[in-house]
């Protein structure tokens, strides 16, 4: 407001002066002749000996004109002379208005810039505490499916049990077992019962029972590692936590199940991570070997989980 008054005060001046100086002009070029004539007059009475022709005195007040025009185009040159002036100090005022300007749109895109990541962090805090949400609420989802599976080998912790030991006296000898799967079908003997073929129906009926469990528990930790508002470092605690709430029997479950059921994307990030540890029994079997004993298993994968994309 002061700014403001004391520019408005700066422009009547300046009007004011620039009706003066005008008054002052018309006049002077208004008096001129009676100004000349009077000071011919002077001259004439101080100079007695001098006689100037009455007709002159029109002539010589005419010619008084010329100098007249040279005080007007000098002082056209001085007005011009200002007028840059004028002008040059309203350039540079433009200049400053545009430079504040600048400042106060930079001011301003940093004011919406920090609106827009303290936004940008609310919502992501928000969809954090949705996850956080969700994630606790389907832990207790997942611990409670081993309640509500029925299995023919007791209850769930003496399914696993049979599971591993199944597999683990298929995966000690897998040669032999291997070739005397091949073995009993080229000789096609119904008399003769093949050992290695009831240990792997033994396998797949057990997957088969806990096959809920597994897939809820893979796709439980596939959306953990999907979930585009955690880091790197959230992630790896969330399933973290999700490997604490299993027992080492039960993890080492998972890893074998999730390897047999070629959820390989998977198990290989959680191996890159640390969260699952290599088994002796996988160790030991060659990728040929698996392929024989998957296409021997015929179980079918879940889609979504085998063909899953993971930036490892």
């Known amino acids: 407001m002061a700014d403001q008054e004391a520019s408005s005060k700066k422009k009547r001046s300046k009007r004011n002066w620039v009706c003066c100086l005008s008054f002052i002009v018309f006049g002077l070029f208004i ?167 009831e240990c792997i129906a033994y396998i797949v009926s057990i997957i088969l029972t806990i096959r809920p469990w597994i897939d809820s528990t893979y796709n439980f930790i596939l959306l953990v590692i999907d979930e585009k508002c955690l880091n790197d470092k959230q992630k790896e605690k969330y399933l973290y936590i999700i490997k604490n709430m299993f027992s080492e029997k039960d993890w080492d479950t998972i890893y074998l199940s999730g390897v047999i059921l070629k959820y390989d994307n998977i198990t290989n990030y959680l191996l890159n991570k640390g969260l699952f540890e290599k088994n002796d029994l996988i160790e030991r079997v060659s990728e040929d070997d698996m392929q024989f004993l998957q296409n021997e298993m015929n179980l079918k994968s879940n889609p979504s989980l085998e063909s899953c994309e993971i930036a490892v």
């Open 31 to 197: 008096m001129w002749p009676f100004i000349t004539w009077f000071v011919l007059k002077v001259v004439g009475w101080g100079l007695g000996k001098i006689d100037f022709p009455s007709s002159s005195h029109l002539g010589i007040s005419g010619d008084m004109y010329g100098g007249l025009n040279a005080l007007f185009a000098g002082f056209a040159f001085i007005c011009f002379i200002y007028a840059l002036y004028q002008q040059r100090l309203e350039l540079q005022l433009q200049r400053r208005e545009l430079s504040l300007q600048r400042r106060e749109l930079k001011a301003q895109c940093r004011e919406q810039e920090r609106q827009a990541n303290e936004f940008e962090l609310q919502n992501k805090l928000m969809k954090i505490q949705q996850f956080e949400s969700f994630f606790y609420q389907h832990i207790a989802f997942i611990k409670n499916i081993p309640k509500e599976v029925k299995t023919n080998w007791g209850d769930f912790s003496s399914a696993i049990d049979y599971f591993i030991e199944m597999l683990g006296s298929f995966f000690v000898d897998i040669k032999n077992n291997i070739k005397e799967i091949e073995s009993f079908k080229f000789n096609k003997d119904e008399n003769v019962t093949c050992n290695s073929l």
